[in-house]
């Protein structure tokens, strides 16, 4: 062994008894002591490797240009590439020598940073760096790379949409979604819920479901990905204030919310918002984040665990009982609770007191519910529907009803982020919207009819459907 390292390791591990290899082997039993306090001693290691780094690239190298050593750090978001990076920039700034290069690759918005196709031309101009750091913004990865990396393997045509989808542009994340399509049979024409295999999918190495492997690299500590998972039904902060301090009212409610933004801020790529609302964004503003938390808690609560997340965010947003009042966010919980009946409903009363846009704006949040788990059973309660005559326009009002049922149904499946586009229930839609057209012929519904379509056909889904503007009566 190297004398030089003997010595550093005898020096830094003053607490272990012996010489410098027995404070080597103790060192050693400490870290794989379980339960053990881990810090302290990767902080050691840390230290080690810094040393190290120093000893090679010492004033000889210098002198005679060698290039600097490079050292490339992966998710450093993460709470121990957090601590390796530290040290590292305080190392290559302290001495105002040329310390080593450090590529490192974190989380985040990379449109928030210089995209790093803008330097790729060796005569390009980084810049002054900020406290020592260049940050610069990866390319998000698009649909062809996807196929791409899926090579020239039989596939379903759908798989490169399942992987965009859950993967969020994430290079890392459509690697492992991809790995998961090899290991299950996906069948060339989408039976229901195609993505469920891929997401439920167990690695031969035990490291388990595609969606925990997924998560444990966005969200490293267990803690946060159980808290986020609950919080991910929220459609704001206050609702998720109000879900927290429902279910844990013994627990300080905005020390853990707050903790939550904070970790969202620095995993989340730019949030996208919601059509039709104004540049809302959901509490998980990081759409493909967000599903994969969904999934999570659909997978693996209880359905009247289910029942109360739901009911506790949607009594956040109850109607006041005015005409065509209900909220969109309180039919949007009304339908994750599988109460398909009271939504269409309140739906067809609305129609008649809003204008066609910002009917189909509100179908578009309400269908983005999530689906609640297999095992759910709703407890639906009847009751007389606000958009139904009985005097001579019972019988349009009827058509207009069962349209709206329709559109509520194939929406709603098609906008489950386990399926894949369905031409049978994109007809559907199209059909509904072509009734609701010829009953109130305004170019809303007319365009809507035709974009809605062609966007659900490309896999887009509720609540991203662009909602057509105009449509006054």
């Not at 404070?23 to 379980?34: A, H, I, N, Q, S």
């Not at 295999?197 to 966005?218: F, I, K, M």
């Not at 999570?296 to 947003?317: F, K, N």
């Not at 007191?353 to 009917?359: F, M, Q």
Request: proline share 9%.
């Amino acid at each position: 062994m190297n004398r030089g390292a003997l010595r550093w390791w005898d020096d830094h591990l003053r607490h272990e008894q012996g010489d410098a290899v027995q404070k080597l082997f103790g060192f050693v039993r400490d870290f794989r002591r379980p339960g053990g306090d881990r810090l302290p001693l990767e902080a050691s290691l840390i230290a080690a490797f810094l040393a190290d780094i120093t000893h090679h690239y010492g004033p000889l190298r210098r002198g005679n240009d060698v290039p600097p050593p490079l050292i490339l750090l992966d998710n450093t978001h993460a709470p121990l590439g957090a601590r390796l990076l530290g040290p590292l920039r305080r190392e290559g700034t302290a001495k105002g020598v040329m310390g080593p290069v450090v590529v490192a690759a974190r989380l985040g918005d990379a449109r928030a940073h210089r995209a790093l196709r803008q330097v790729a031309d060796p005569s390009a101009a980084l810049g002054q760096p900020t406290d020592g750091v260049v940050r610069l913004g990866l390319p998000e990865l698009e649909r062809g790379d996807i196929d791409r990396l899926l090579g020239d393997a039989d596939r379903p045509p759908y798989l490169p949409l399942l992987i965009d989808r859950f993967a969020g542009c994430r290079a890392g994340s459509s690697r492992t979604l991809a790995g998961a399509a090899d290991a299950v049979a996906l069948d060339c024409v989408p039976d229901a819920h195609p993505g469920a295999p891929l997401l439920d999918a167990v690695g031969a190495d035990g490291g388990g479901s595609t969606v925990d492997r997924l998560l444990a690299v966005l969200l490293p500590e267990p803690a946060q990905r159980s808290r986020l998972a609950l919080l991910a039904s929220a459609l704001d902060v206050a609702a998720a204030r109000r879900l927290w301090s429902g279910l844990y009212p013994e627990d300080p409610l905005d020390g853990q919310v707050e903790k939550a933004l904070e970790v969202l801020e620095g995993v989340c790529r730019a949030p996208v918002s919601w059509p039709g609302t104004d540049g809302s964004v959901p509490f998980v503003a990081d759409p493909a984040l967000r599903l994969l938390l969904l999934h999570r808690l659909r997978t693996r609560t209880a359905p009247e665990d289910w029942r109360a997340i739901h009911q506790h965010l949607r009594s956040g947003y109850a109607p006041d009982g005015g005409a065509g009042s209900v909220p969109a966010a309180y039919l949007h919980h009304t339908l994750a609770l599988g109460l398909t009946g009271e939504v269409v409903r309140s739906l067809h009363h609305w129609l008649a007191h809003s204008t066609p846009a910002a009917w189909l704006a509100a179908v578009n949040i309400v269908c983005a519910a999530p689906h609640p788990p297999a095992e759910f059973e709703a407890t639906p309660v009847d009751g007389p529907c606000g958009g139904c005559g009985q005097d001579a326009s019972a019988a349009r009002d009827e058509v207009v009803h069962r349209a709206v049922a329709r559109l509520l149904e194939a929406l709603w499946e098609q906008s489950d982020p386990l399926n894949a586009p369905c031409p049978d229930r994109i007809d559907q839609v199209e059909s509904a919207l072509r009734t609701l057209y010829e009953n109130e012929p305004t170019d809303t519904f007319r365009q809507a009819r035709r974009h809605w379509s062609a966007r659900l056909r490309k896999g887009v889904q509720a609540p991203h459907l662009t909602v057509p503007e105009g449509g006054a009566r």
